[in-house]
Each structure stands twice: as structure tokens, then as C-alpha cells.
């Protein structure tokens, strides 16, 4: 993304080496919830030119920087289940403007996008030209209450669900970041990851910045702060004109909120209304579902949006090229309820299905799934099949990160937990299991024998995508290439290393043949190691569990 591509206001961005951009000052609180209010300095809000002077709220929880490794905590379910064999759901972000109870619209919304990360929750809301801030480590639910609510009054507020592709899970990085520049406030809340990151920090550190958190988001901060343009939504396009990646981001100021989206749309964001009128961003249409808004588009690659007491103001200031969305949006990662990148998810992953059977047909009795990502590529893999569908694993919701395992190890331990096999639809039949994806195969060998154990005549895996040989730099969290299964073994050797009877993926052919004339809109650098934005960053190989 060469800003010379990009717009015109390049030109007066050079900023002047002598001035001193950046100081912090971090609070430390005794608990994890918090609540700030910015207090403005007369110099802080001089429209001085030579005061270029970025404070950033932001508070560290004591304890927070304790992180629970399997060596100081025995019982962590990390040991037992592989949870990081699904990639990860990176972030869910939401805006609203123009409700009297944003905040709490912004907590159910919040919750809608859950499954998008449950690491940390955060919301902004703005009272009488004041941005309050809480955040917290955990689910939403167990971030916020009632009371937590109440402090967040006003009819304006964004929010962000964490799951950290970038930056440790302390609490200090939990979004939405809140920042006091020279002309105002601003929060933020990021969906991506930028690939040019480690660059970017280390030019404004050479120039004197501190940062105060290890996340990628805090970079556009410091980009908006020390940009050489007056009004915010120019100082914003300055901003993006230097970052490079995957961002889907909503802002908040005293009296705006804006979306922006990259140029090559890789994460989804997508706008409704509420019935009085409220605007609201969301990185999922289900967001919207919840709270009573109406889907009216997506925000396009590349625009900037900005809501204020004038209305709305749509901009195409980044020159978009060919859309590269991310496929495992309707792969895995979004609700099937959701519409992302203005087509039905459930929709996808049922032709997914019918696709996989039709490509890979097998005789079996009974076809199951792995829930819950693969349980709509399942039905329609048995309806093009002919073969009943059935509940073969049911999953418990009620397993949390740690578990106390009894002193005689129990083989497969934290599979188990999660999944429960049915005898009665397993016993003696020849079994289909569909799921979405084969990350590093240790979790799919485990399923296998489970269903063997269980009295399956045969399994037989099918898997509703293509193998995963690359690893993603646009704001999923994958293992390294190294790690992944499909990018070391053949397809047969990953069937002999799972232990299934038989194995077939969705071919990469067969998958841009489904998606027709929106198939060049996709990225599948998962699946080709083709990648449209240079990542720039080799990812680091992970201990194998």
C-alpha cells in the first residue's frame, strides 16, 4: 500500500525531527475493571502547532501480568485440548452513534460477537464531551454489569472483543485504546493485524515515542497524533496511508464515529440501523440482529465513514484494489447466522458440504459432525449424499480453561471434556465426520479414536475446506508453516497420522468454482501461500503440544 498511491496529502506529512511526540502515563489499579476520565490539560487541547504531545489512558492491572503456563498452573486444559488447533477468531469491534443507551447496546453487541475473542472486552462511551473507558480480562459478561453500565452514559460508544493476534493478553492490551492528542480524545478499536507493524513502532520510537502496550493498534494512535493535518477524519486517511495489512476499525472522538476498512477488505464490517435512527458498525450482521439494527451494507474496502450531528459522510480516500476478503470468514470463524461479505455464511458452508460429498463420496451409515463450526458443512454433505445426519459428538459449553484431572491420567483427557460421543448413532456403522478445517491434526487423531473407542465400524473423514498449508498475517492467529499438518504430509499421510479410514479435503478448485465470479475477491493465501500484502514477518515455530 505505497502512500503515493493512495491520495494526495502526502505531500505535508514529513514530521519535524526535533519535536517530542509521545509521553504515558500508565495507573496501576488494584482491580481489573476500571473506569477513566480523561482530563485535558490547557496544552493538551491547544490548537499550538508546536505542542505535538500524545497521552494515552490507558491502566495496568497488577495482575495481569501473570500468565498461567503449564509449568505454574498443572491443570491448564492447554495441556489436554488443543485449542489453538482451530485458528483463532482475531477480534470482533462495534460502533454505535446516536442511541441514549450506547453503551449497553454495545454490551449486547458485544456479546453477539463472543465467539470472535473471549480473552478481553472493552467498551467507550462518550458523556459530555468525555470518553469513559472500562475494560476488562474475560468474557463480556464477566467484564461488565449493571453497575459497570451505569458508568458509561451517552449516546455514542464503540466496543471490542479481544482475541490477541498481536500483543501478550495482559490487561493493557485490551481494546478499545483511549488517547488524549493536542486537538482532543480519540478511542479506537481494531479488527486485523498490520503486517508492517514492528517497522512503523521502531521509526516513531527512533523519534522518541514510548508505547505503552505491545499491540499493533497503539501504532495508528501515534500515527493520528503526530500527523501534520488539522481535522481528525485527514489525520485518520494520514494514518492509513502508512499502515499496511488487514484493519477494520471504528473511532470514537467528542462528537464523531468513524469506520474504516482496509483497501483490500480482508476482515468484515458491515453497517445498520436501529429504527431511531442510531447508526451502528459491526464486524458481523448477528451484532446487529441482536440489538434490533437493520443490515444496510458493508463498509467497502477502503472507505471511511464518519456519523456526526450532520448526518453520515461516506469517503473513498484509499485506492482499493481487487478485494481480498478473508474465505475463512465462511469457513469457520463467523456465526451462521451472519451475512459477511454480502453472502449468507450458513449458505457457504452448507454448499461446502454438498461439494465435499459430491467430490469425495464414500458408502457410510450415518453422517456426523464436529461441533459447532462443522455441523452446516455436515448437512449438507448428508443431504447430497443421501445418508441421515446425526448427533455422533455432542460438545459441553461448560468447560473452562482449567479442569482438575483425576491422579490416574485419562488418555485424551481434554477431547473428552468437549466432546461426548453417542454410542447409540456410532455402534457398529461405517461413520462420515465432517469438519471444517485440519490444523496441526494432534485434535482430529484424538476425535478418531474417540469415535473408534465409541464402536464405529469405520471413519471416515471429510473436511469442508482445503488443506491449510500457510500461515495468515492479516489478523488470524495460525500456528507457523513449520506446524502446519498439510504443509509437512501428503493427504494420505495425514489419514495414517489420524487414524481415520478414509480422508478427503474440499478441493482448492472445487472451492472458487462455488464462489463463482466473487472468487478473485477472496484470499486464500491459507491455501496457496500466495499472499497479497508482503507479511514481512516470519511467525515464530510454537512448542508442539
Known sequence: MAAANLSPLSSSLTPNPSDTYISFFPKTLIKPYFLLKPTLSPAATSFSQTHKTLSIISCKNPNSDLSYTNQSNPYDLSD??????????????????????????????????????????????????????ITGVGLVTEVFDESKLDQLPGDLAIGHVRYSTAGSSMLKNVQPFVAGYRFGSVGVAHNGNLVNYRALRAKLEDKGSIFNTSCDTEVVLHLIATSQHRPFLLRIVDACEQIEGAYSMVFVTEDKLVAVRDPFGFRPLVMGRRSNGAIVFASETCALDLIEATYEREVNPGEVVVVDKNGLQSLCLMAHPQPKQCIFEHIYFALPNSVVFGMSVYESRRKFGEMLATESPVDCDVVIAVPDSGVVAALGYAAKAGVPFQQGLIRSHYVGRTFIEPSQRIRDFGVKLKLSPVRAVLEGKKVVVVDDSIVRGTTSSKIVRMLKEAGAKEVHMRIASPPIIGSCYYGVDTPSSEELISNRMSVEEIRQFIG???????????????????????????????????????????QLK
Open 500 to 542: 481415520s479410514d478414509s480422508l478427503a479435503f474440499l478441493p482448492f478448485d472445487s472451492l472458487k468454482k462455488l464462489l463463482a465470479d466473487d472468487s478473485p475477491n477472496f484470499c486464500y493465501a491459507c491455501f496457496s501461500g500466495k499472499y497479497p500484502v508482503d507479511p514481512r514477518v516470519v511467525k515464530q515455530v510454537k
Open 80 to 133: 489436554y485440548y488443543d485449542d489453538d488447533e482451530k485458528p483463532r477468531e482475531e477480534c470482533g469491534v462495534v460502533g454505535i452513534y446516536g442511541d441514549s443507551e450506547a453503551s449497553r447496546l454495545c454490551y449486547l453487541a458485544l456479546h453477539a460477537l463472543q465467539h470472535r475473542g473471549q480473552e478481553g472486552a472493552g467498551i467507550v462511551a462518550v458523556n459530555d464531551n468525555v470518553l469513559q473507558t
